[in-house]
Each structure stands twice: as C-alpha cells, then as structure tokens.
C-alpha cells in the first residue's frame, strides 16, 4: 500500500483528501503544519507528499525544499488556489511533481497523484538517480523545435516567449494563448505540442470561430449515425481525434454559452460521449486555447463562464504585436522570403535598403500574417533578385510619407499592372482591400469584420481563404 501524506490547515479539505484517498487504496496522513508534517516524514517514509501551498506556519516553497534535501525518494504535488498558480509553475521549476487547484476534483486528483507515485517508482527502479519531474520528461529537449511558421527571434518579447515555451511545453497544463489576429497563436501552440512528451501524438486544432451553434456540439464531440436529421454517418469529434495528444481551440471566446457548458463538463471530467451515443470515451488531452479579445471582460459582461475560463488558464502566455518586436521583423521577412522563393520558383535573394526602412517603420496592424501576405505578394511581382519598394503595397511604401502617397496615387500605373478594364480583376481588387480595410479597422477581429460587412462569420472566412488572408 502507497503511503501519502497530506499537509493542509484546512480541516475540510483535509478530511475530504484523507477519506477519498483511503477509498481508493492509500495509507493517509494528515497533518495541520509543516513542524508537525517533518515529524511524521522523520519517523515513516512516504511516497508523496500533498502540501498545501499557504500554511500558518510555513508555504509550499519551504516544505518543497526541505523535502528535497532530506527526502528526495517522496514525491511533491502543490495544492494551490488559482491566484498562485504562477508560484505553481515556479515550484515545478524546482522538482514539485504537479500541481491541484482548488476546487479539488476527485478524477483530476487520482490521476495525478497515480502518475506521480509512478514517477516515483520508475526513478527508485533506474537506481534512485533522482531529478525533478520535469527534467525526466525533457531531458532530451535541448531547446524548442519550431515549427515551419514559427521563427525564434532576438527581440526581448521573443526570448521571453521562448522561455515560456519551454517552460510549460512538458507539463500537462492548460494554456491560454492571447494575442492580436495575425501573431502566430496556432504556431506557439505547435510549438508546445512539439516539444512536449505529447510530441509524436495528433495536434489537432479547431477554429471556433468558423463554427456555427448547430455544428459545434458535433464537432466538439462527434455523433452517432442517425442521431438528429442529417447525421448519415457516425462522426468522430475533434476531442477523440486529439485523443492522447493536443487539442488547440482557436477564438475561444466566440464559443456560445451553451457550449461553454457542455464543454466545461468534458474538461473537468475527462470523458466524452458522442452525440446519440450512450458511451462515455475516456479523455487524456492537453488543451491549449487562444483568443484575442479579453476574456476577463467578456466574463464581467456574461459571455464567457469564469469556471470555465480557469480551467483553461492554468498558464497564459501574451503574445506581443509585431510592431513591438524590433528587427524580428527582418528575422521573419527573410524566413517568408525563402519560403516564397520555393512556393514560387523564384530567386529571389534580399530586400532593398529602402524596403527594409518600410518593413521596418510600418505599424503591421495585420501582425505576422499581414508581413507574410506581403512578402509572398512581393517575391511574386519582383523581376531580379533583389526586392524592390515597388514591390510593397502602398499603404506600406508611403507609410508616413503623405507626399509620396500623393504622388504614386497621381501617377500613371505600373505597364504590367491589370488592366481596370477587367471587370473580374477589378471586382477582386475591391474585394481584397475591402476585406483587409475593414479587418485592420477592427483589429482584425473577424466577428466584428463579419458584422460591419454584413456577411456571416462562415461568408468572411471563405473571402478570406480565397484571397489568402487567413494565413
């Protein structure tokens, strides 16, 4: 029988652990404060220790410490509210198993606690060479591995990104991803896909933006044939597809109430069942969420559940704009370059001094997806090897520069440009500066694009596709 003991100065809480524990086949011991928990550490030997982050007497940092100079076999998970959960993370840093948070559910505190006593007895049986949970996991992850649309900057914003990367990407938690449209949400999550122990399992990612009420619940978590009209197959749900690996939900905050509510029960409990169905599937996915409204604000304004909101946020990373990053912008450009020059066939080998005073100086409302856009579209009109400020879109070229403005408007336009005459050019044309106008009116949160262009969201993404401003 494992032994486990519990420091907490609740008595509730303590109670609960010890009788629940107990039930399912542990040797429990409880105790008020750390003086008396060293006591009972001295005179029995425990395979994990649950501690309470704030004690009367002492906090989670001392107790993890002690324990891991005098009892390095005897496993530490924290149990911490969520406004310590940073102190969580930086406790882990320091060879802390895992962390709870309150409120305590049964299924989350087994599964953990199951997982690190098996830790621990994989560690006694390679020897008792000891090393913090972390390290275990990664020790053959030297740095990140990027992914094809995630390029590793100098600027300070990037190094602080990477160390956030790295930090989180071998543990299990939830990460909220915030950031502007365009700053490479879905790249960050590849990357802590990438360089978890998830690594070699499904990275599956899901737009819930595009979705509409009908369809999400379907797509959440699939259904049966014959389940409602329409369903002439059995679907399988984007949570059974990422099963074992990552599940990134893109534009949490567009989800409806109802689904918020349907989904907080499967992330709590860890099981799914389809629509129409009658068995529960049992769960082991890491979720990693992004948005870029703020969701506190949509909490305060009924939108989004708080509970649920917590249950994702047990690690937020903010992602910086574009404009803020410095010469990453030049690191980025270049990486776009290349990758257009193989798209395209071209050769196409550096950029002008005046081009990288434009790149440099321009606000890139649009973030990492408008300089993509425009570096594709720039390899594509260049002639020689070298691009040229005719290359750049006007708003780009002439960006605080009114008199040039001024004057390529009052020129006559470029020989190889499309003739107006082309009515299907043309149309194009004001399609695509229609859409980005508006986009970067609105911070290019779609759903408000969508509103002010008097189309539905699905209407917007498809213009999008087809103009290729959704990369």
Not at 49 to 64: A, N, Q, S, Y
């Amino acid at each position: 029988m494992k032994n486990i003991l519990i420091i907490d100065d609740e008595v509730n809480v303590a109670t609960f652990l010890s009788k629940f524990l107990t039930r399912n086949g542990f040797n429990v011991t409880t105790a008020s404060n750390g003086s008396s928990a060293f006591e009972y550490l001295k005179n029995n030997k425990y395979n994990l220790v649950l501690c309470d982050f704030r004690l009367e007497d002492t906090d989670g940092r001392e107790i993890l410490k002690r324990i891991r100079s005098e009892y390095p076999r005897t496993g530490v998970i924290i149990i911490t509210g969520y406004s310590d959960i940073k102190m969580a993370v930086e406790l882990i840093k320091m060879g802390a198993y895992d962390y709870i948070t309150k409120p305590l559910y049964p299924d989350e505190i087994l599964n953990t606690i199951n997982k690190a006593i098996e830790t621990q007895m994989a560690l006694m049986d390679n020897g008792g060479h000891e090393e913090a949970h972390t390290s275990t996991e990664t020790k053959d992850i030297k740095k990140p591995i990027a992914t094809n649309d995630f390029v590793v900057g100098t600027s300070r914003a990037s190094k602080e990104l990477i160390h956030q990367i790295e930090l989180v990407a071998p543990t299990n938690y939830s990460v909220i991803i915030i950031g502007e449209s365009g700053t490479g949400k879905e790249s960050v999550a590849k990357s802590i896909h990438l360089n978890s122990p998830r690594r070699d399992k499904p990275f599956i990612a899901m737009d819930c933006g595009s979705l509409t009420k009908e369809l999400a619940g379907s797509e959440f978590f699939g259904h049966e044939k014959g389940s409602f009209t329409g369903a002439l197959n059995t679907k399988i749900g984007h949570f059974e597809l990422a099963n074992g690996g990552t599940l990134f939900l893109d534009e949490i905050s567009n989800l409806s109430y109802d689904i918020q509510a349907a989904l907080l029960r499967t992330v709590q409990e860890r099981k799914v069942k389809r629509i129409g169905g009658t068995k529960e599937i049992d769960l082991d996915v890491r979720i990693i969420v992004a948005t870029n409204e703020n969701l506190q604000e949509a909490i305060r304004n009924g939108k989004f559940r708080e509970d649920l909101y917590h249950r994702f946020n047990e690690f937020g990373i903010h992602l910086p704009p574009l404009r803020e990053r410095g010469k990453d912008i030049l690191l980025l450009a270049d990486h776009f370059l290349l990758a257009a020059n193989e798209e395209l066939g071209r050769n196409v080998t550096s950029f002008s001094p005046e081009v990288i005073e434009s790149l440099l100086s321009y606000r890139w409302q649009g973030n990492i997806r408008e300089l993509k856009n425009v570096i594709r579209r720039a390899t594509l009109l260049t002639e020689g090897n070298q691009v040229q400020i005719k290359a750049l879109p006007l708003e780009i070229s002439t960006y605080n520069k009114p008199q040039a403005f001024e004057n390529t408007y009052n020129s006559s336009p470029p020989v190889n440009a499309p003739s107006r005459n082309d009515l299907k050019n043309a149309a194009m044309e004001a399609e695509y500066e229609t859409i980005l106008r508006v986009l970067r009116e609105v911070n290019f949160n779609k759903t408000k694009a969508a509103e002010i262009l008097n189309i539905d969201r699905k209407t917007l993404y498809n213009k999008m596709k087809a103009n290729n401003l959704d990369r």
